[in-house]
């Protein structure tokens, strides 16, 4: 197998690059998951601080007043919990490299990911190869959009990321939405890829 890509097809660089992303994403989704699933008590607070909020308007005069402050005042709580979680993040994440905890292996394979974006922009400089002849027009355009969607937010969702941890929640509608675009492309990305699979278009990748 030849190292560079050509007309036989993808290298072994492309196809090293390829795959080592693929796992690096991977690990990062399960690990996201897992912060979340660990989000939960925060979660379950906020719902049970809507239903008192529901319950305190239903009531009239002192009672009404009296219930919703202590809304208020649960509410100022649960704020500062989740500021005191979110400095904690921060401090696992960037003070205690030695901590193989969720929040450090979040921001290490982020970093990986941002490293794997520079990698393959700088690889694809030396040319990709010929387009399959089994792609028509239209599915290499699909294909070519598709492939710049996703490395761009090799960049965007790591860069979000940190920036969440430097600025705090200010950036998470973009991050959340980095990820909504990039599993819509991924989708789109096997989509076209499965439906080409008789035509060896997986095999191109291996």
């Known amino acids: 197998m030849r190292w560079r890509n050509g007309p036989h097809g993808y290298g072994r660089v492309s196809k090293i690059l390829h795959w080592v992303t693929v796992l690096a994403l991977s690990a990062q989704f399960v690990v996201g998951w897992s912060m979340e699933a660990d989000d939960g008590a925060f979660a379950a607070q906020e719902a049970r ?48 490299p030695t901590d193989p905890s969720l929040p450090l292996a979040h921001v290490a ?13 700088l690889w694809r400089r030396h040319g990709l190869p010929p387009w399959a002849e089994h792609l028509g027009p239209a599915a290499r355009r699909i294909s070519a959009v598709t492939e710049k969607v996703l490395i761009g937010l090799l960049f965007v969702i790591p860069l979000t990321g940190l920036l969440l941890l430097e600025v705090g929640s200010h950036w998470l509608g973009v991050h959340v939405a980095a990820h909504l675009l990039f599993f819509a492309a991924i989708a789109v990305h096997v989509g076209l890829m499965l439906g080409h699979a008789r035509q060896g278009q997986l095999r191109r990748m291996l």
Do not use: C
């Open 49 to 96: 601080l809507e239903q008192l909020e529901d319950r305190a308007d239903s009531l009239e005069g002192d009672a009404r007043d009296a219930a919703r402050d202590e809304v208020a005042r649960l509410e100022d709580e649960l704020e500062a919990r989740s500021d005191r979680a979110d400095d904690e993040f921060v401090r696992d994440s960037l003070h205690r």
């Open 109 to 121: 394979l982020g970093l990986l990911v941002l490293a794997l974006g520079i990698a393959r922009v």
